[in-house]
């Protein structure tokens, strides 16, 4: 039998909530370019990222080039570093998003600005790379849902339609709010009869993009 070389292209994905990698293009052995989608309704802004990466080897230097990031400068040329999730490192030692990459360097290409960072994972694994910690709308959903069924704050807190999303799923666009009564005081002293003040406080979400 003859021997087939093992498979060790890195499979992409961003089909997800909130992931934004549209292309990936492999022009080395451990080598990747990768193209941001662009976020919705806005001027072509890329500057953040989130995407899944599989088959991944142990002790092997991967390096990731985005091409079409749009800030001039980033906190990546400061040593800011991508954030990485690996699923085996979580179930196993409960690591979870933690800072990762070397040799990360931000700089001007021929059409727009590039990032490139290299990888060299422990193990064989899926993880995910993001630019910062992922808080998806569902996960938002989630927590509002926990404050207003709490009875101890629910009779002061309620969610209310802000709008609704100009994206391609019909999500609503909505806001926490909190109503206090605030008694002034005048000379340091307490008034039974000082007027009480509704407070909004404004929990604002972002629409994810849809794959």
Not at 75 to 103: C, D, F, I, Q, T
Not at 116 to 129: D, E, K, N
Request: aromatic residues 14%; charged residues 20%; contains cysteine.
């Amino acid at each position: 039998f003859l021997d087939t070389p093992p498979d060790i292209t890195l499979e992409f994905e961003s089909r997800f909530e909130s992931g934004n990698l549209q292309k990936a293009v492999q022009v080395g052995a451990f080598d990747y370019e990768l193209t941001l989608r662009t976020d919705m309704y806005t001027e072509k802004h890329t500057q953040w990222f989130y995407f899944r990466l599989r088959n991944m080897k142990a002790k092997m230097i991967y390096r990731f080039t985005i091409t079409n990031l749009m800030k001039a400068s980033s906190l990546y040329s400061l040593g800011m570093r991508p954030l990485l999730y690996s699923e085996r490192a979580a179930k196993e030692n409960g690591v979870g998003w933690h800072r990762a990459g070397s040799n990360i360097r931000y700089y001007q290409n021929c059409s727009e600005v590039a990032s490139g960072s290299a990888f060299r994972p422990l193990h064989v694994y899926t993880c995910y790379l993001a630019h910062c910690y992922p808080y998806t709308y569902s996960r938002l959903q989630y927590y509002l849902k926990q404050i207003t069924s709490n009875p101890a704050v629910a009779s002061y807190c309620e969610v209310r339609t802000l709008c609704q999303s100009l994206g391609l799923v019909n999500e609503l666009c909505s806001h926490l709010a909190c109503f206090f009564n605030c008694f002034l005081s005048t000379s340091g002293s307490n008034s039974s009869d000082s007027d009480g003040l509704p407070v909004h406080l404004l929990h604002q979400q972002r629409i994810p993009e849809v794959s």
